[in-house]
């Protein structure tokens, strides 16, 4: 069992920054995938990041590359997401989950644990 706590988000003025957490509860974080996912009003959650357990590869939707960084912090069993340059369009709840190694890292359905999510505004 994994409990996730995400904390971080905040309103900014497009162009701003925001670091988003992840603190996660349960011996086994290491051996998770750590992903990032968004929704905004009215639509359906997306996909934004993810890093895995071994070797700690990195995944970006598009929309996203360039701007943030995913990072993991398994002592501290805490999964980050640096957003640099964001723009009103990123503005959504972002969610912190957690899946074994195993299956695709962008499908939000492959996810087994997820955060109560962490609201990012961004003003024009």
């Known amino acids: 069992q994994v409990q996730l706590v995400e904390s971080g988000g905040g309103l900014v003025q497009a162009g701003g920054s925001l670091k988003l957490s992840c603190s996660a509860s349960?011996?086994?974080?290491?051996?998770?995938?750590m992903g990032w996912f968004r929704q905004a009003p009215g639509k359906e959650r997306e996909f934004v990041a993810a890093?895995?357990?071994?070797?700690?590869?990195?995944y970006y939707a598009d929309s996203v590359k360039g701007r943030f960084t995913i990072s993991r912090d398994n002592v501290k069993k805490t999964v980050y997401l640096q957003t640099n340059n964001l723009k009103p369009e990123d503005t959504a709840v972002y969610y912190c989950?957690?899946?074994?190694?195993?299956?695709?890292?962008?499908?939000?359905?492959?996810?087994?644990?997820w955060g109560q999510g962490t609201q990012v505004t961004v003003s024009s």
């Open positions: 349960g011996r086994t974080f290491i051996s998770y995938d």
């Open positions: 890093i895995s357990s071994i070797g700690g590869s990195m």
């Open positions: 989950a957690a899946k074994p190694y195993s299956g695709s890292i962008y499908r939000s359905g492959e996810y087994w644990y």
